[in-house]
């Protein structure tokens, strides 16, 4: 089993549309969350970070079910800019540092 | 962004020979990571560094060493390439804050 698990997608939607992506993970001992974005053939990039209580950027909101283990993320108001794959990323305590684990990605593709 | 470069940003390499990628920061953090990234596999983590001279081992460390002589260096080694370590290498900064901040990437070829 994957420690991070995401659904490759592709996600294929028009403008304006809202699109959520959902992430599980398998360490319960997990410590912080984030939402990373990568474009095609470049770096990622962090989104935002994931708190417990939930949290909003502008049209993205990102939200923690640490019971459930299932990270998610609802983007609202589609704009093409925003299709990109999506990385869902998971921080444990590992030897002698933090280190992520990274989902393979979810690919969004916002159509005109 | 964060200044993050590496160096070279392609290579083609025969299977067999040694090679070195370097990644350089400006911005003083104290970890820095490699990582690798596949088709179907994602990022996987391959050394990372707590500090000068500090490294230690992540998931597909077999194939590859690290050394970190000064802060803002920190370079990957492919003792004798092989075709299974063609792939995308990416270098990351962070500091207490648990965010990762990656490099532009390197591709490289082996044949």
């Known amino acids: 089993r994957k420690e991070v698990e995401q659904d490759p997608g592709p996600f294929n939607v028009p403008e304006g549309a809202t699109v959520a992506f959902n992430c599980t993970y398998s360490?319960?001992?997990?410590?912080?969350f984030f939402w990373y974005r990568q474009d095609c053939r470049k770096e990622p990039k962090l989104l935002m970070s994931v708190y417990s209580s939930g949290n909003e950027d502008g049209r993205f909101t990102a939200q923690l079910n640490r019971a459930s283990q299932y990270i998610s993320l609802l983007i609202r108001d589609s704009k093409l800019s925003d299709s990109a794959t999506y990385l869902c990323?998971?921080?444990?305590?590992?030897?002698?540092?933090?280190?992520?684990?990274f989902g393979s990605g979810t690919q969004l593709t916002v159509l005109p | 962004d964060a200044g993050i470069t590496q160096s070279p940003r392609h290579k083609v390499t025969e299977t067999g020979t040694p090679v070195t990628l370097r990644c350089h920061q400006t911005e003083n953090h104290r970890y820095m990571y490699w990582y690798r990234q596949d088709p179907g596999h994602g990022l996987r983590l391959i050394h990372y560094?707590?500090?000068?001279?500090?490294?230690d081992k992540g998931e597909v460390s077999d194939g590859y060493s690290v050394s970190r002589s000064k802060t803002e260096d920190f370079l990957l080694t492919l003792e004798s390439a092989t075709s299974s370590q063609t792939s995308v290498y990416f270098c990351a900064i962070s500091e207490s804050t648990n965010e990762q901040y990656f490099g532009p990437g390197t591709r490289l070829t082996v044949t």
């Open positions: 360490n319960s001992a997990s410590q912080s």
């Open positions: 990323v998971v921080n444990e305590a590992r030897g002698s540092a933090r280190q992520l684990t």
């Open positions: 560094s707590y500090g000068v001279k500090d490294t």
